[in-house]
């Protein structure tokens, strides 16, 4: 194999894994920091895809100019998903989460079915099509887009949690609730808003995949298990980690699929997966604690 | 400063404080004896409001405090230092601090980390350490400082002593004094009966739920029965 179709299937994957590692972020917030399993990660992504796809296709808003309108939404969305459906039908019991969510992604996405039937949809910008030339790559304007998006957006939760007070408590809270009562964190507000933070952060991924993807009602399906994949790999919690552990991702699963051929790629990502996880069982930026 | 009326709480249906009566004084260091399991901790998740009492009224500076409510009582000034310390552990000393004064006395917030680390200057060196990789005294000194940030009108210690070495035990109780003479009014709820009552001027002993005695630390130092039962002479 030559380094003419190798680079260029490199740097592929690596505009694909910043588009993994921007679905992974919020989950990095739910999953990785507060232990939440969310399984309808997926279903809401869909959710935020649609939004993305209907204000086009309706109000002729592009995707990007979403960016103002879809994260807030879908904000909104998590912070009433999880304090009025998840916490009380939960019970407060970690098991039961798992099954409450899974059971909220399967409702979304028959919803989804029957309203919207499971056609894909896309949207057709001006731009969708348009390529830069790279090291003997074409990369879509899109996909670069969304590259620099996951960057920011990594950024952006990594200095929120780190400077603010709320970033500060959803830490605290994750592994000190009494000790959080006591300082008088408000537990199921910063619960809920952490929630909404990285339901929020599925809109700004929604927005910057729209005009390289498609939409249908199982398109989350295929993002849940490699966004666990990603927050696992990169530590629980860590964003840089999730920023890296997707780029990894997206380029494993590219040159595995030159190599093993398109249908094999998705079993390089596994294998690395074990292999980083057999040396590093915290993953690449997780802490041991 | 605090006034509780038959305070009654407890578990499941497991009653725990069978009416708590209870008054402490602007001031003073007053002293919550009892061994372990007669209730003082659920007191304190009582008047704190980490739990909701079942009967009874809590007042703070003459007005009544809703229970269950552990944001209510923190707004008024009265702040825990619980037992076994709940620091905030994957966080740095600096963020637990910051953390302490995220509610109340946040806009002095840099004017008191200032103060709480001149009371423990070894929290200085270690500021961006994670809190949870600190000795047992050193997180015990983070959670004094925790709640100190919260600008407590009345502190209340939960076994501050506990798991200390007996030096360091010497010195917790050294700086219960100190801050008291700062004008802070303190709850010391303690199992060393002998020590806690030498630095308090109020003291009240617990026993299966209940205030069995009470009074002037000085006076309880000499009473018979408290010294038979706790201080074994």
Known sequence: MNSAILLPSILNGTTTGALYALVALGLTLIYGVLHIINFAHGALLMVALYGVYFLYKLFGIDPYVSLLIVPPLMFCIGYVLQRLVITRASHGRDENILLVTLGLSIVIENLALFFFKSDTQVVDTPYGFEVVEIFGAFLPYPKIIAFVGALVTAGALWLFMERTDLGRSIRALAKERKGAQLVGINVPHVFAMSFGIGVGVLGIAACLLMPSYYVSPQVGQGFVLIAFTVVVLGGMGSFGGALIGGLIIGVVEAVGGLVLGESLGQIGIFAVFILILLFRPQGLLGHKV | ?233
């Open chain 2, 1 to 233: 400063m605090l006034e509780v009326r038959g305070l009654r709480a407890g578990y499941g249906h497991v009653e725990v404080l069978r009416g708590i009566d209870l008054t402490i004084d602007e001031g003073g260091i007053a002293a919550l004896l009892g061994s372990n399991g007669v209730g003082k901790t659920t007191f304190n998740a009582a008047i704190s409001g980490l739990i909701k009492p079942w009967a009874g009224t809590v007042l703070f500076e003459g007005s009544r405090l809703p229970g269950g409510n552990s944001q209510a009582a923190i707004d008024v000034g009265l702040v825990q230092v619980p037992e076994g310390r709940h620091i905030f552990p994957n966080l740095t000393v600096r963020d637990n601090l910051l953390l302490g004064g995220c509610r109340r006395g946040k806009t002095n917030r840099s004017v008191n980390i200032e103060k709480v680390l001149e009371t423990f200057p070894r929290l200085r060196e270690r500021l961006t350490q994670k809190a949870g990789t600190m000795s047992g005294g050193e997180q015990q000194m983070l959670a004094i400082g925790r709640g100190l940030m919260t600008e407590p009108k009345l502190l209340i210690l939960d076994e501050p002593s506990l798991g200390l070495s007996p030096l360091l035990v010497e010195e917790m109780f050294e700086l219960i004094v100190a801050l008291n003479k700062q004008g802070l009014t303190i709850l010391l709820v303690e199992q060393n009966v002998h020590l806690s009552l030498e630095i308090a001027t109020q003291g009240y002993v617990m026993e299966n739920g209940a205030i069995t005695l009470s009074g002037l630390s000085e006076t309880l130092l000499d009473n018979p029965e408290l010294q038979k039962s706790y201080l074994g002479v």
